[in-house]
Structure formats: C-alpha cells, structure tokens
C-alpha cells in the first residue's frame, strides 16, 4: 500500500516559523491529491490546505496568506511552510494523501501525524 512519513513539527514562538514534510512510499502507482489537515484538542480534525497533482491549491481561511503548500512529484512528497504562527495553530499536523497502489484501488491515506506547538 502506501505508507506516509511526516517530520518538521515542534515547538515555535508566535510569530515564527515551521516546514512541514510528508514523504508517500511504497507501491505507489500515482498520487492525485495531498495536503494537511490538523486536529487540536477537543475540536474535530480540520483541512489546512491541500493540492492536486497540477498544483492548484486550497487554504483554510484561518491560515490564508500565512501558510503555503507544495509538492514535489518525482519524490512523493509534499510540504507545509508555516510563517507567521499563532497560538491558535497548535495542533496535531496529519498529512493526507489520495493515491492508488499496485493491487489496490484509489483511497486516502494518513500519516501518522506531528505535533506543532505555538507557544511563548
């Protein structure tokens, strides 16, 4: 299937920034969507931003003009740069790819998630 390894997380003032990754590996035989969703406590896991395989985007409001997603096809991989952070960004960053796989049919997968704090 695929498997989806995050890294990038951690601990930021306000106002600083992070870059988020997200490598997709295994039999992978295309990938069509990927992007970003997070999840803070006590509220439902939300869209950050996402991008097709001909890069057009979508952005949350919340983090429009802040935050800017790309991606990289011949490494499978996409990214999350985060200026400009708030307090209110601190979540649990999943990454979330629409791919299909040799013997499988198209489906979503999710890594295993990276935790960003915000915090003076």
């Known amino acids: 299937q695929v498997q989806l390894v995050e890294s990038g997380g951690g601990l930021v003032q306000p106002g600083g920034s992070l870059r988020l990754s997200c490598r997709a590996s295994g039999s992978i035989v295309s990938i069509y969507s990927m992007g970003w969703y997070r999840q803070a406590p006590g509220n439902q896991r939300e869209l950050v931003a996402s991008i097709t395989r001909d890069s057009s985007t979508n952005y949350a409001d919340s983090v429009k003009g802040r935050f800017t997603i790309s991606r990289d096809n011949a490494k499978n991989t996409v990214y999350l740069q985060m200026n400009s952070l708030k307090p209110e960004d601190t979540a649990v960053y999943y990454c979330?790819?629409?791919?299909?796989?040799w013997g499988f049919g198209r489906d979503n997968y999710w890594g295993q998630g990276t935790q960003v704090t915000v915090s003076s």
């Open positions: 979330n790819v629409e791919a299909m796989a």
